[in-house]
């Protein structure tokens, strides 16, 4: 009887888990959870950065802002796409001008036309508020900032939750606790702008007071320091490059685990149950989307597909960003409308 009820449970958790299970939930299962010493190099801070390898063989990291200063690390490897997650508690309570980030980016490579995709947490008066930014940069197109808004349906600094970036040759996925939050496409739109080059992967904690909350109206406040953002289940998997010579790629993965495997069996990124997820959390949770955006943008950047319902919404949170009435579609092959550096307006 034990046993048969043992075998029932077994399999009303493996259906719920194949119903739920999204790319990023089945790879966050299946990839070796890395520590820091395997995986990481401190990048700044010196001691705000610490590890504890007594108690869970150095697999959490805890970044510290204090006064003094912030602290980060870096992946010891370059990637040309694959999966990253972290499982990521941020700091509580009083947390405005305070920024934690989690990264790609190879900056320090190709400083004129890097490629960087996002999260950035932001701080705010009341600890519930955290906001969370995704953006993403191609090419050095650093004159188009992609970026997106959202609250959460959690208090981010109560519990450790799961932050994963799906990057392939095709396509980009946010993760927030494996739901799909943003998906970003090569297209034709984009061009250039699809982030295609080798990137390491960053955690920061810095003080962004000059602009996260409410663009700069309220600064870090070091009475309540150090602002603690730990940092555990760090998964990197992906194709890994050599820093000098960028073109020798290892996709050979761990023969071990056939963890290479993993990531070229993802087909469809997302299922319909995963898109229409990702759907319901944008309506609710998304609060400025840079296709919106009238006062950055006098026409939206070419991949931007709009949608009159979003864009009504948007209006509601911030009404001169959002502008006003409905806006119009854009016509393809029209060409682009941009602000020349006078203001005037140029096709080009
Ligand atoms: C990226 O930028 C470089 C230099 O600005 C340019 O030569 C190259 O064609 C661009 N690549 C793509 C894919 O647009």
Not at 37 to 55: A, I, M, P, Q, R
Not at 161 to 166: E, T
Not at 184 to 198: A, C, L, T
Not at 298 to 304: A, D, F, M, V
Request: net charge negative; glycine share 8%; with cysteine.
């Amino acid at each position: 009887m034990k046993e048969f009820m043992f075998i029932c449970m077994l399999i009303s958790i493996s259906t719920t888990v194949s119903v739920a299970s999204s790319t990023s939930s089945s790879l966050r299962k299946n990839l070796p959870v890395l520590s820091f010493d395997e995986g990481y190099n401190h990048l700044f801070g010196d001691s705000n950065l610490v590890t504890n390898s007594k108690d869970d063989g150095g697999k959490t990291v805890h970044l510290l802002l204090n006064k003094r200063t912030g602290s980060g690390f870096v992946s010891q490897d370059l990637y040309l796409h694959g999966f990253f997650s972290a499982s990521i508690k941020l700091p509580a309570d009083y947390t405005a001008g305070v920024v934690v980030a989690f990264y790609m980016s190879n900056g320090d490579i190709f400083e004129r036309n890097h490629d960087e995709l996002d999260f950035e947490f932001l701080g705010n008066i009341r600890g519930k508020d955290w906001k969370i930014q995704t953006n993403v940069y191609g090419n050095g197109s650093t004159n188009i900032g992609r970026e997106e808004r959202y609250g959460l349906w959690f208090d981010p600094s109560q519990d450790f939750h799961h932050y994963s970036i799906l990057w392939t040759q095709s396509h980009i996925i946010f993760y927030v606790d494996d739901i799909a939050i943003r998906e970003v496409k090569r297209s034709e739109g984009m061009v250039g702008d699809f982030p295609s080059k080798p990137m390491s992967l960053y955690a920061t904690i810095w003080d962004g007071s000059t602009w996260a909350t409410n663009g700069g109206k309220y600064k870090v406040n070091y009475r309540y320091a150090p602002y603690v953002a730990e940092f555990t289940h760090l998964v990197l998997h992906g194709c890994t490059v050599d820093p000098i010579e960028l073109s020798s790629i290892n996709c050979d993965g761990d023969a071990t685990t056939n963890n290479l495997d993993i990531l070229s069996s993802i087909k469809n990124t997302l299922s319909s149950d995963q898109r229409v997820e990702m759907m319901k959390f944008r309506e609710k949770h998304m609060m400025y989307s840079y296709c919106y955006d009238h006062t950055r943008y006098l026409s939206p950047p070419e991949e931007c597909v709009l949608d009159s319902l979003e864009a009504k919404r948007l209006q509601q949170f911030d009404p001169v960003t959002f502008g006003n009435g409905p806006i119009a579609p854009r016509h393809k092959g029209k060409g682009r409308h941009r602000l020349s550096r006078t203001g005037s307006m140029v096709n080009i």
